[in-house]
Nanobody, 124 residues
Framework: QVQLVESGGGLVQAGGSLRLSCAAS????????MGWFRQAPGKEREFVAA????????YYADSVKGRFTISRDNAKNTVYLLMNSLKSEDTAVYYC?????????????????WGQGTQVTVSS
């Protein structure tokens, strides 16, 4: 069982930046592929970004490519999401995700563990 705790959400103006963090309570963090999803009000949860176990492979949704960067620090059991050039449509609850076997994909079914979520609100 892995517990994921997100932090770093908040209110930011359009064009601004935020960095989300997700701390994992496991001794084998490097065994997990990690990712971020988000859910805007009235919408389905959607994939944002994913990163492989040693950080060599990263994947992004088209809507955030070039603006968001996912990274991980296996020594700190933490995955990050740096969000630049934020837009009002980025407003959502952001969820950290972990998968023990394989890579996280765009579907919820590819995730084994979820965090509780952190709110990001971008004002225009």
């Amino acid at each position: 069982q892995v517990q994921l705790v997100e932090s770093g959400g908040g209110l930011v103006q359009a064009g601004g930046s935020l960095r989300l963090s997700c701390a994992a309570s496991t001794r084998t963090f490097s065994s997990y592929a990690m990712g971020w999803f988000r859910q805007a009000p009235g919408k389905e949860r959607e994939f944002v970004a994913a990163i492989g176990r040693i950080g060599g492979s990263t994947y992004y949704a088209d809507s955030v490519k070039g603006r968001f960067t996912i990274s991980r620090d296996n020594a700190k059991n933490t995955v990050y999401l740096l969000m630049n050039s934020l837009k009002s449509e980025d407003t959502a609850v952001y969820y950290c995700a972990a998968r023990i076997m394989g890579m996280i994909g765009t579907a919820d079914a590819t995730v084994d563990y979820w965090g509780q979520g952190t709110q990001v609100t971008v004002s225009s």
